[in-house]
């Protein structure tokens, strides 16, 4: 006899997935085409079964399934209360790469240390409302010291560009 995932062990989003899937009618092939239209990121039919076996997308889980819950009639599936571990891993990862150093990571998420080294480890879920709070406050604080920096080098562009040289004589 064949094994079969017990799909009460699969991850909360691959469950709402599989949900908005079987609600919209669709094959698994319409339905990623459907995805692919409305994140603008390709989802092909492949993507889309290791999603419904069970594996999270490394970034914007939530907006596949708001994706989803369109394609399914709307409104039937509530966003999970929870964000995956993995997810919130990705997102951590990828704001390091970006340059930001932990230190700022935690100050602008207004988070202490300790929790943000376990977020990273990406072993626990973050409540959604949490997540939510702290991307963007870690967003906004990314944003206004990239706009700080920039605005320094227009001023020293700025000063270097009047600087008078002195007369030579």
């Known amino acids: 006899m064949p094994r079969t995932k ?3 062990n699969l991850p909360e989003f691959s469950r709402n997935l599989a949900e908005a899937l079987h609600a919209s009618g669709l094959t698994q092939d319409e339905f990623a085409d459907q995805l692919t ?3 603008e990121t390709a989802v092909s039919r492949a993507r889309l079964a290791s999603w419904l076996a069970g594996v999270t997308p490394r970034s914007d889980a939530e907006g596949y399934l708001v994706a989803a819950r369109e ?3 709307g409104g039937k599936i509530p966003l999970p209360v929870w964000v995956e571990g993995a997810i919130v891993q990705a997102r951590i990862r990828a704001w390091l790469a970006q340059g930001v150093s ?3 990571l935690w100050l602008a998420a207004g988070i202490p240390q300790q929790t943000l080294s376990v977020w990273e480890s990406g072993r626990v879920r ?3 409302r949490t997540w939510i709070r702290v991307e963007a406050l870690t967003e906004a604080w990314i944003k206004a010291l990239d706009d700080a920096l920039k605005a320094a080098g227009e001023i020293r562009d700025h000063a270097e560009n009047t600087r008078q040289e002195p ?3």
Do not use: Q, W
């Open 71 to 73: 394609i399914s009639g």
């Open 126 to 128: 973050v409540k959604r």
């Open 102 to 104: 932990r230190k700022v």
């Open 37 to 39: 239209s409305l994140t």
């Open 6 to 8: 017990d799909p009460t």
């Open 167 to 169: 007369d030579a004589r």
